[in-house]
């Protein structure tokens, strides 16, 4: 099978969808050498390590922005390749072109929740992601909690959403090694005893809550550690800081920012607890992470957190802040929870799997490849769920790309 992969957030620094690409590629390559796995991207790409063998990555013009990338030269490049299947893994797809296309859509939560969105994100990228899902053969997303929502709001039939979990990457394992602990301890001048959040640093991932719990407990003394908060800074991350500063938490609230890869197995095996009390999660990849490296955890009870915790998580209302209070006091007290939470979530997380989400991929691209063969040859051309095409935005790209000279590939 010849499949086109989209390869737009193999960037440096990236986070939680980049790693899902690079993941999924990564072992998509190991599947069959008999499939010829092709990146298209607007940039080249960053990998954290060299995949099992070359793959062809290819740009064709480059753009800086991604959207006018995704719907100006992107079709161009799927139309010379002619894939069999093209795989787009960030909720946008070139809706110009016609070749049989899949894409991955995370969460719905940009849908369901704008005020916790940039105003560029709901305007643009809610109304696109809209059409993507319509006009795709197959929309794969990480969860049955984002599949039931994605069904509701886009009201596609269900035999088109697939639910492929992700998984922790293997590096993410319990860290014994006193050296490499301490190297990173002292890296991040980390304390012995700490709490740990991974994640992006805005409104959705819930920090407002999570630090005012944080702050009685602490000024209660029933949480005698400080809160350690891994991730990039996003929208209104100032928010969080101003937050922390008005409670008098300056030394109690550390931010690292981002950190690599490399050093976040080492990170979670130190922690004393990790707290995860977003708001809403596709999947929520930091708590597969977390419970991998074998730190006991606290999630929020909502979208997908319980589905992919299951039982091997303290789960608590997201939306009460005594609620995460008491559970980061418990957590702390009782060392026979944490230990048996640590046992519990390193067994759930061995659960999930990169070989099984690439070899469920494939099947979805047979399925959409077989199901265009049968389209084709009944001389059915029409989307899968009957939407008309091209809408005005496709006309515009299929002029744009049809004016522009081949660019070399490289």
């Avoid at 062809?56 to 995704?70: A, E, K, Q, S």
């Avoid at 053969?137 to 697939?162: F, G, K, M, Q």
């Avoid at 008005?246 to 095996?269: K, M, W």
């Avoid at 990849?285 to 319980?306: D, H, Q």
Wanted: proline share 7%; aromatic share 8%; glycine share 6%.
């Amino acid at each position: 099978m010849r499949i086109a992969f989209d390869g737009t957030t193999l960037r440096p620094r990236r986070t939680g969808v980049g790693y899902y690409t690079e993941h999924l590629l990564r072992h998509l390559v190991q599947q069959d050498e008999r499939h010829e796995v092709m990146v298209v991207s607007n940039r080249p790409i960053d990998l954290v390590a060299p995949l099992a063998r070359p793959v062809r990555t290819l740009w064709g013009t480059r753009v800086p922005v991604g959207l006018l990338w995704m719907q100006l030269v992107a079709p161009r490049l799927l139309r010379a390749l002619e894939p069999d299947v093209a795989h787009f893994t960030n909720s946008m797809v070139p809706l110009a072109s016609d070749v049989p296309m899949v894409v991955t859509i995370h969460d719905m939560h940009v849908t369901l929740a704008p005020r916790f969105h940039p105003v560029r994100r709901v305007l643009l990228n809610r109304p696109l992601a809209k059409l993507a899902a319509r006009r795709v053969d197959a929309v794969i997303t990480v969860s049955h909690s984002a599949r039931r929502d994605i069904l509701r709001l886009y009201n596609l039939p269900p035999e088109r959403v697939r639910v492929v979990y992700e998984a922790a990457a293997p590096a993410f394992r319990p860290i014994h090694d006193p050296a490499r602990l301490g190297e990173v301890r002292r890296r991040y001048a980390l304390p012995e005893q700490f709490l740990l959040y991974v994640g992006t640093i805005e409104p959705r991932k819930n920090l407002a809550r999570l630090i005012e719990a944080f702050a009685a407990r602490f000024c209660a003394r029933d949480v005698r550690m400080p809160l350690v908060c891994v991730g990039p800074y996003g929208w209104k991350a100032r928010d969080v800081g101003a937050r922390v500063e008005r409670l008098g938490l300056r030394d109690a609230v550390r931010f690292l920012g981002y950190v690599p890869f490399t050093d976040l197995p080492a990170i979670y095996s130190l922690c004393t607890a990790f707290v995860f009390p977003s708001l809403h999660e596709g999947f929520g990849l930091p708590v597969v992470e977390a419970m991998a490296c074998g730190a006991p955890a606290i999630v929020g009870a909502n979208s997908s957190l319980l589905e992919i915790a299951d039982d091997a998580a303290l789960a608590v209302d997201a939306r009460d802040t005594i609620a995460i209070g008491d559970a980061l006091a418990r957590l702390v007290a009782d060392g026979d929870l944490r230990r048996d939470l640590s046992r519990r979530g390193r067994a759930r997380a061995a659960f999930f799997s990169w070989q099984r989400a690439a070899r469920e991929t494939l099947d979805v691209y047979r399925w959409v490849a077989e199901k265009r063969g049968r389209e084709s040859l009944s001389g059915d051309q029409r989307p899968a769920d009957g939407t008309r095409l091209p809408t005005p935005l496709t006309e515009l790209a299929a002029r744009h790309v049809a004016a522009e000279q081949q660019a070399p590939w490289s």
